[in-house]
């Protein structure tokens, strides 16, 4: 099977670790690799942001990544891209019909991608997958007037989510955030993003580390993340350190505003002594600073799956997590962690103190995690899922063309 991923701002070529590189990179590559891995022909659409990238770049075996010059070739906040989107669009369909290669089935990763696939597929019978990734309706929820997402956005996934022929949702809770939106609970499927199981062990080298308890907290260094929230609670977790990774590598971080803030939360709160910013690292690297770490504290505002509790508990590492989106599915409380109420910072350091002081409970949490992550959220389990969707819809498509009224804000 030949499979497009459009994924406009997300490529598994960045860096991660930067505003706009984390999970969904991440996803689009290891979905896209373990696809290749089981016979299909992969492409991966990315916006071409900056002059000097080649047009194709050979990911891996089986997976080639496109870059599309849609708008200027520079970098670009994700949300400053819709104006772009329609170009985007119309480059894949000249591609598609003009080239060499095109494609059964076309997996739009992002809205916007969504709005760029829904242009490229107009007037055929390619089957149209899309996932958000993300919801405009839950990020305006919480951040309020600091979205800088487009006025259009949750308008426009509203009419994307009705009109694509699946919708695949990375939870439970994603699924009853996208029928309040609007779309159909018929066309929604759920399936989780997975864990490099290869990668991601119990056992192997770990990171150096003091004598204190460890805390460790692994995301990109933005609001949403929770550590200003972490780092404060840390006054009353007596004795432990608070380890965080991400954002810019080490050398970079003095310059970072987001870095800057956390340690000036830190000094307030008198516990800079045990608060520890390492940046960005390696991602092989991940795996060390997990096993080196008592519990990992993941503590979001609202997160719509949520790599990292699946990467701690795959090195065999219990979790403390708020309650919110997707981390409500891949953690059971009380079995492989436990889940906290958002906005809660007594309840957050109660159940940092249990763990920390009960090395039975944490071995108990250790293998139930570990257990749940290898029957539940391998990539090889959710490529299998996507497999089965994608021949269901190419064999719904087979002779005939997509007649659906198209949004006329998709086709700008």
Partial sequence: MRIAFVSEHASPLATLGGVDAGGQNLHVGELAVTLARAGHDVRVYTRRDAPELPEVVEYRDGVLVEHVPAGPAMVIPKDDL?????????????????????????????????????????GTNLPLVVTYHALGTVKRRYQGERDTSPRQRIALERQLGRVADRVIAQSTDEVFELVQLGVPRTAISVVPSGVDLTMFTPHGPAAPRSERPRILSVGRLVARKGFAELISVLRLVPDAELVIIGG??????????????????????????????????????????????DVVACTPWYEPFGITPLEAMACGVPVVATAVGGLTDTIIDGVTGILVPPGDPRALAAALRRI???????????????????????????????????????????????????PQEARR
């Fill in 248 to 293: 810019p590598p080490a050398a970079q971080l003095d310059a970072d505003p987001e870095a800057r803030r956390l340690r000036r939360i830190a000094a307030r709160v008198q516990v800079a002594d045990r608060v520890r910013l390492v940046g960005g690292v390696a991602r092989d690297q991940l795996p060390l600073w997990y096993r080196s770490a």
């Fill in 82 to 122: 819709l104006p772009y989107m329609g170009q985007f669009g119309h480059w894949l369909a000249q591609r598609w019909r003009q080239g060499d290669w095109s494609p059964d089935v076309v997996h739009a990763h992002f809205w916007m991608s969504g709005l760029a696939a829904l242009t490229a597929v107009a």
């Fill in 356 to 406: 920390l002081s009960d090395e039975l409970l944490r071995l108990s949490y250790s293998s139930g995690g570990n257990d749940r992550v290898r029957a539940r959220y391998s990539w090889e389990r959710a490529g299998a899922d996507l497999l089965r969707i994608y021949r269901s819809l190419c064999g719904e498509r087979t002779g005939s063309s997509r007649s659906v009224a198209r």
